[in-house]
């Protein structure tokens, strides 16, 4: 029984020795534009060496792209002025959870979506246009 506890108390003593990454924790940090949008996420072991990770590009102009009204109370409107009308012209709704709420083609340069059999939350839109995409939160009350 003695020896447990030595053997603990060794290890407790002796870990800072040792190479700090082993025990390190996992440290997660974003990069948002002006309109709230993320735009990077970077990944360290320390918590002091950010790394990039992954970095979004929007295919349009932030201000462009449009989604209105939000918060929605039924349904929302998404205007993308620089729509290409094709088989990968899309959008997708995202609950929290990651489950597919939603799924639709983008419609020319506007498209309603409708949300009224949805429950309250927070959502998320994300569109694709051809190899472009790009992510908006929508808040249904």
Do not use: W
């Not at 996420?41 to 792209?65: H, K, P, S, W, Y």
């Not at 799924?103 to 979506?113: C, Q, R």
């Amino acid at each position: 029984m003695k020896m447990k506890y030595f053997l603990i108390f060794l290890v407790l003593i002796l870990s800072p020795f040792f190479n700090h990454n082993v025990m390190a924790q996992r440290c997660i940090a974003f990069d948002y534009d002006a309109d709230g949008n993320r735009v990077e996420r970077m990944i360290t072991n320390d918590c002091g060496n950010m790394r990039d990770v992954l970095e979004v590009q929007d295919f349009a102009e932030d201000n462009e792209i449009c989604v209105y009204p939000n918060p929605t109370s039924g349904s929302f409107k998404i205007v993308v002025p620089g729509c290409i009308k094709n088989e990968t012209s899309c959008f997708e709704v995202y609950d929290l959870n990651g489950a597919l709420v939603l799924d639709g083609k983008l419609h020319d340069i506007e498209t309603e979506v409708n949300m009224e059999n949805s429950p309250i939350g927070v959502y998320l839109l994300k569109i694709t246009n051809g190899n472009d995409v790009i992510s908006r939160i929508v808040l249904k009350r």
